[in-house]
């Protein structure tokens, strides 16, 4: 197992890890308490037309990713503040638009697609050296964004009529949070993939939630949850040879159920306790 | 002598999809009132204080706070306490930090942070409620008295000259409501206080003044409301009504017009 750490391509893999868990932790966090989980979703799945359009136009497939989320973020905002469509609907559109986008990029693209499916799926394992520059660099962006913002943001997500009278600029900070879940979502696609992104983004969330007072302490936890399931999860990976994508979701989906149950079984002591008395 | 009007409400209509929601109300609320609004559910009463905060677009008339129409400015004079129920307080959140998002109406632009003033300010607010031993506590932790308080002192964070509140005591039980109505009486001494509930019952002695709502705004220019002004906004008689210099006054019982 300690042999692995020799590896530098296992090195960059448990860096990538740690640093997208931050992002996971703090963005998670926000769209856990916000109830952005559909949105989030949606924009991660139409990352795929991104993908698809990258291959198309032979440039790297994560860079189209990142523009094209990024213009999907904007059009959902402008649509959500102007068409008073229903968000789920717009979000499935996307969601499956995206999609739809990409596969049809894909068929144009001539030639064979290599490693369309760890996008779909993930491989930390095949993080290339290039792109965790780019990781830490959008880590680094979104902490100091989040740590700027942090008490409009807080206000926003806890009551957002009340944030309205206050005359927050409740507009231009929706738009702000929709692009940082489009980039956290170009950032977490290189770890579990596409698919698997809303999980990691909400499965620390949810399992810091109960033990947390307040959206700093849970964007903490949810960070120091997602280390361990993100190193936990590559070194499995490594010693059993099975995807590391589905087997960090999976640890996670594991530990959330535990969790769940845990404050089941103490809230039953206690009501038993009431009871009793 | 009478005191200026701090919210004038004039003619104003409010229709959402063909429906009348408020019908060309007409109503001013002075400096130091205690001022209550009753009226059933679906009455319009959210809707019209809604309307007053700017959340809501008039169709006819205006609203002019502290004499003009609502700007960032004034609206900032004013707190708000919405009803509990709306609220998602499982949010992880201490009291302490909900009550400092009441200062966000003070600050201006992208980035507001919270200075050494704003934590001072937020801890007087939870003083004057009696609740400073709540402001470390996460708020799902609160019981629905508790709730009410803090989110009075969120309003009150923001040292406002008139206190907006929703159904306040909707969702506490009749000890706690008694304690809240001390509370309120209290605060309308340093501050204009404007409520709106659907249960006449609790429109307590410490009220000023009353207006009925049902769609049209009936309006009393002194404490007194009389059987009408009931009949016309329940659509019929009710028994009890406390409010004024007697502590309960009993009107006409339901039936006796049947």
Redesign the interface.
């Known amino acids: 197992m300690i042999e692995a750490l020799g590896f530098e391509f296992f090195r960059s893999a448990l860096l990538a890890g740690l640093m997208a868990s931050v992002i996971c932790g703090i963005i998670g966090s926000y769209v856990y308490v916000k109830h952005m989980i559909s949105v989030a979703g949606g924009i991660s799945h139409a990352a795929f037309g991104g993908i698809g359009l990258g291959y198309l136009l032979g440039i790297d497939p994560l860079a189209g990713a990142f523009w094209f989320t990024l213009g999907i973020a904007t059009l959902i905002w402008g649509l959500l503040e102007r068409a008073k469509e229903h968000i789920d609907t717009l979000i499935g559109a996307f969601w499956a638009g995206g999609m739809a986008f990409g596969i049809l990029c894909l068929s144009l693209t001539p030639g064979y697609t290599p490693d369309l499916f760890s996008y779909l799926f993930g491989n930390i394992l095949l993080v290339a050296p290039e792109h965790l520059m780019m990781i830490a660099l959008l880590a680094v962006g979104i902490v100091l964004l989040f740590c700027i913002f942090y008490p409009v943001l807080q206000a926003l997500a806890f009551d957002p009529e009340y944030a309205a009278i206050s005359n927050l600029p409740t507009r231009g900070l929706h738009l702000l949070v929709l692009i940082l879940i489009a980039i956290s979502v170009v950032v977490l696609i290189q770890v579990v993939g596409i698919i698997l992104v809303i999980a990691l983004l909400t499965l620390p969330a949810a399992i810091a939630r109960p033990l947390s007072r307040s959206l700093k302490g849970m964007m903490v936890r949810a960070t120091i949850i997602s280390m361990i399931l993100t190193t936990s999860g590559i070194f499995l990976s490594w010693i059993f040879d099975i995807p590391s994508g589905s087997t960090i979701i999976l640890l996670g989906v594991a530990v959330y159920l535990m969790v769940l149950g845990g404050t089941g079984i103490v809230q039953g002591f206690k009501k038993d306790r009431q009871n009793t008395e | 002598m009478i005191q200026e009007p701090v919210i004038e409400v004039a003619d104003l209509s409010v229709i959402r999809n063909q429906q009348v929601v408020l019908d060309s109300i007409t109503f001013q609320v002075r400096k130091g009132d205690f001022f209550a609004i009753i009226g059933p559910n679906g009455a319009g009463k959210t809707t019209l204080i809604r309307a007053i905060?700017?959340?809501v677009p008039c169709d006819t008339g205006e609203v002019l706070l502290f004499g003009s129409p609502a700007r960032?400015d004034t609206?900032?004079r004013?707190g708000?306490v919405?009803q509990t129920h709306?609220?998602?307080f499982?949010?992880?959140?201490?009291v302490h930090?909900?009550v400092?998002?009441g200062r966000?109406?003070r600050k201006?632009?992208?980035?507001?942070?919270?200075t050494h003033e704003d934590h001072t300010a937020a801890n007087y607010a939870l003083s004057r409620i009696s609740a400073e031993s709540l402001g470390g506590r996460?708020v799902r932790e609160l019981s629905g008295g508790e709730r009410q308080r803090a989110l009075i002192a969120?309003a009150l964070a923001g040292n406002p000259d008139i206190l907006i509140l929703d159904e306040p005591t909707v969702y506490v039980d009749t000890p706690t409501e008694e304690h809240f109505y001390e509370l309120l009486s209290s605060l309308s001494k340093e501050i204009t206080i404007v409520m709106i509930t659907h249960d006449i019952g609790v429109v307590s002695r410490h009220v000023n003044r009353v207006a009925c709502l049902n769609r049209r705004l009936y309006m009393h220019e002194s404490d007194q409301v009389t059987p009408e002004m009931i009949s016309r906004t329940y659509g019929c008689p009710v028994d009890i009504i406390t409010h004024g210099d007697v502590p309960h006054r009993v009107l006409e019982r339901h039936g006796d017009h049947s």
Do not use: H
């Open positions: 905060l700017g959340l960032p609206r900032a004013i708000y919405p709306v609220f998602d499982s949010f992880p959140i201490t930090e909900m400092l998002t966000m109406g201006n632009g992208f980035i507001r942070r919270y996460p969120r």
